[in-house]
């Protein structure tokens, strides 16, 4: 499975951005995905995460309200819609795959990142 990520660039605070991430190669089963960010100096955290069907999300508490994750099974992609964006939102943002589903612990595919920078 292969991932590619798209859609970050350089906005102000309060301003809106859509990632997208799109899956190819061996895609099947009931996989679950998400998203991930990680600031420099920072490890890696979770933002979102989105079962198979779209009728289960979680969220991070610092994204809650502002972030919607999204899917479309037919073209394979996830989506992350940011509103409200802050500067502490600034990060390289990854798309993962979890083969086993929502409850999975493990990410079993990540993207090459996308950089998202939100300026004051």
């Known amino acids: 499975v292969q991932l590619q990520a798209s859609g970050g660039g350089l906005v102000q605070a309060g301003s809106s951005l859509r990632l997208s991430c799109v899956a190819s190669?061996?895609?099947?089963?009931?996989?679950?995905m998400g998203w991930f960010r990680q600031a420099p100096g920072k490890e890696r955290e979770v933002v979102a995460r989105?079962?198979?069907?779209?009728?289960?999300?979680i969220y991070a508490d610092s994204v809650k309200g502002r972030f919607t994750i999204s899917r479309d099974n037919v073209k394979n992609m996830v989506y992350l819609q940011m509103n409200s964006l802050k500067p502490e939102d600034s990060a390289v943002y990854y798309c993962?795959?979890?083969?086993?589903?929502?409850?999975?612990?493990?990410?079993?595919?990540w993207g090459q990142g996308t950089q998202v920078t939100v300026s004051s």
């Open positions: 993962a795959y979890y083969v086993r589903g929502y409850y999975s612990r493990n990410v079993d595919y």
């Open positions: 190669g061996s895609t099947s089963g009931y996989y679950a």
């Open positions: 989105i079962n198979w069907s779209g009728d289960t999300r």
